[in-house]
């Protein structure tokens, strides 16, 4: 079993990877995000949809705060994939926290990896699936 995770979702990644010992993979992912969230609380657009709102409660930050992992136990079983052109979370912090692990770091990219399935599926899948002797298509 292996989670993978990109942004918020690689915070909630390296969050299970931590409880159920298994690989992760993860995507410009959030370190601490209720430190950038917090000022976000309330009333929401759906960033696709603008037209879509939600609420995003207080109560959401401490939520985060109390899954935030401050170090990773077993670096080996982590992969990031970290662009230091992201432009809504810091690579430095990212490449720190994830200290040991295997890392793609990007000397540009963004924060959505738009080149992942062109440049970065197939380090993703070597990491999760090592070689078996088999060509994958």
Known sequence: MAV???SLGGFYATWLAERLACKAVVL??????ARYLVDHTGEQTQWHDPEQHFFFDPSFIDELREQEV????RP????GVIAKGDE????REMSEHYRG???KLLPAGD???SDYAEEHLDDVLDFLFPTTGLERK
């Open 101 to 103: 692990a295997r890392i």
């Open 88 to 91: 809504v979370l810091d690579w």
């Open 28 to 33: 410009n992912p959030a370190v601490r995000p």
């Open 70 to 73: 401050t170090q990773i136990t």
């Open 76 to 79: 080996e079983r982590y992969f």
């Open 111 to 113: 924060h959505a990896l």
């Open 4 to 6: 993978i995770g990109s």
